[in-house]
């Protein structure tokens, strides 16, 4: 009711059922006082939590911004307080270095795709020696530019591998045609 709500120490006015099914005024078991503090209280897994967002740098990688946090907090915090890392960062975190299994098993599947249409085993390793070439530049690229090794920095190298491959598998394709005409 709007009449209760005009000011603070109209919320005293407000009624509530006790135990016994009675309607009584808040006032009669409480006090409204004029404090200071947040405006509003962030919970993580049951405790108060402060919240800390951030972005590395530029020139440095999103792991190297986490190296960096963690190592301060570990100097920083006091006894009994902790941290733990949530959403995108807490992803990364359980996803690990997931590259490292997963880029050799692609191009071995390409490999094998590609020993599949060309019906020979040497004919894929034209178009399969192209990708560490194309990265081996690409990365120097990068680290002469003094970039990072970011997600756009990795989208990119993931199109360029398979521009780099299409144009393999089109030359190939040509040599293997022309080889065979009489």
């Given amino acids: 009711e709007q009449q209760f709500r005009l000011a603070p120490e109209q919320i005293g006015q407000l009624k509530v059922r006790n135990n016994l099914g009675e309607m009584v005024p808040l006032a009669s078991f409480i006090m409204v006082s004029d404090t200071s503090g947040p405006d509003r209280v962030m919970h993580y897994n049951g405790f108060i939590t402060a919240e800390l967002n951030g972005a590395p740098a530029a020139g440095y990688s999103s792991g190297q911004a986490q190296a960096a946090i963690e190592k301060l907090l570990k100097e920083e915090l006091p006894n009994g307080m902790t941290y733990e890392w949530t959403e995108l960062t807490y992803q990364q975190i359980l996803a690990g270095n997931t590259a490292l299994f997963v880029f050799p098993l692609c191009v071995l599947l390409a490999f094998l795709v590609l020993a599949a249409q060309y019906e ?63």
């Avoid at 990072?148 to 491959?165: K, P």
């Fill in 120 to 182: 020979s085993w040497s004919l894929p390793l034209a178009v399969i020696l192209i990708v560490p070439m194309t990265l081996l530049s690409a990365i120097t690229g990068v680290i002469l530019a003094g970039s990072d090794n970011n997600i756009f920095t990795q989208i990119g190298l993931i199109v360029l591998v398979g521009l780099a491959c299409k144009n393999a598998i089109l030359i190939v394709e040509f040599a293997k045609d022309k080889q065979e005409e009489p």
